[in-house]
């Protein structure tokens, strides 16, 4: 279990709690417990086994065995007891942007609502104005949370989604021998954005024992299906998997058709009829007689259609299948391929981590540099450095890069771009940092035409050389900025100015197919993870499958060259 699975059950518990109208205060010390566990450096599991936890504020005897329990059963006694007093859609009422437990728990008594949309009747149907805290703009703010929960409803960040299929993954190898392969197939295996569900196929000849195997994982909540080869359930943190069981002779076949998408599939399904064949999740085969053509792996499969194998990422129909019917596909840019990363912040900021900590956990990953780059002071939340913080802050890192062998840290900066475009740090602290990436963190709902000049006016700025998490979009929570992106990408292209693409799983900024359109005109993109901690910086996975999804080769991207290639890549300073 992660921190992030402790803490959701306890603050669901607290949550429960709150509505359920148990003796006041009682909730207070879940969600306590929750949020020191969710902020915690290292894994809670950790602190249990060295006897540390209690050294924790706020976590005493009791919620010490809370937790053993959690850790060791995957589930909590009193959490599932409380779930069973309330309908199903209790947890997805409590999501709902605004309204809270106490709101929820008024509701409850009063109307018995059982799920999201008897609260947004109540809303639609002015019954809630009156009632103690309610007014008609909470109606209002009811119903655009509705909204957004019916948007976002049943999707999930991608690294939530992957922590979900390795975890189960590892559980269904340990049936051993009878279990030759797991892979994670759908929008997973595609790298999209967000995750809808989770499908796992499983190569065993024995589907009876797996599918009992993984009805028994400590964290299904619920079972939704099972058949002769499939088995769907639905995890305690509400997301569904779809497991099936395939044998050796359909595994690649299989892979092909639950990989998706679907219009990538249907186009591959018209090759095979035009050949006379036809392509379903256990073979291809012929059309006449049914007579086994291919199905073992996908490559096999691929290439009797006529294809080499195609990325993953790539099969969203999208002209992949052409390219790779003419031997056109790009050569995708790969992890491997990353020297640094260019966008990351250290407890000067925001972030948790010192400059020493972040360079000693990009070296080992592997890097030859970073550039740390804190928020500038209109972040004030983010305790965003003054000019003079700035330069000082400029001489530690180059210190702390002196120190170390064959490894650059590059003094930057994440300058915020004010609401007239200009640039929170003067012109003479930009030209000593060495990287200056520019961002928008407040006034994000501008017109279209006035955002569009606030950032034609930051990138007229001759210092700034990245342009930082672009759209601003915050993935399941917030839209992106309007404003034309034709324009800004053009602008880019003239000055010089590279684009990133945040590889932040909430943000993922460039998405796929702005970066796509950001290579055809011949921008330059830079894969940043936005680190706030030395645990973010693995995240650059997510960046480099979003670039894969925007057909980027190496050469698309700035920081596969080596330090003193990428330093003359980015733009010139003035
Ligand atoms: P998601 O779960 O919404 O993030 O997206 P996917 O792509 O994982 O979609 P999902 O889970 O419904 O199905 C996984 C793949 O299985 C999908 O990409 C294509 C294939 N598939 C599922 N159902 C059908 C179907 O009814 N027809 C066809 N042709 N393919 C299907
Ligand atoms: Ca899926
Ligand atoms: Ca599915
Ligand atoms: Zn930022």
Redesign the pocket.
Known sequence: MTNRDVARILRETAQLLEVEGAQIGRHRSYERAAQQIETLAEPVAQLVEEKRLREVPGIGERMEEHIGEILGTGKFRTHQKLLKKFPPEILDMLRLQGLGPKKIALLWKKFKVKTVADIAKLARDQKLRGLAGFGEKTEQNILKAVAAFQQFAG?FHQHKAEEAAEKLIAYIEKLGKKVERVTA????R?G?E??????LLVLSTDAEAVSRHVLAYPEVAEKLARGENKVSIKLTNRMQV?VRILEKKSYGAALV??????P???EL?RIAREKGWTLN?YALTTLKSGKWVAGRTEEEVYKKLGLVWIPPELRESAGEVEAAAGGRLPRLVELADICGDLQMHTTESDGKNSIEEMAAAARARGYEYIAITDHSKAVTVANGMDEKRALAHARRIRQASKKLDRFRILAGVEVDILKDGRLDLNDEVLAQLDVVVGSIHSYMNLEPAEMTERLLAAIENPHLKILGHPTGRLLLRREPYHYDLEKILSACKKRGVAVECNAFPDRLDLRDVDLRAARERGVKVVISTDAHSTTHLPYMKYGVRTARRAWLNKNDVLNTLPLDRFLKALRPSP
Request: charged residues 35%; hydrophobic residues 25%.
């Open positions: 999707r197939a759908g929008s997973l595609r999209r967000t995750i809808g569900d989770l499908d779809d058709y639950f990989t998706g998408s679907k990538h599939n249907i399904r999740e």
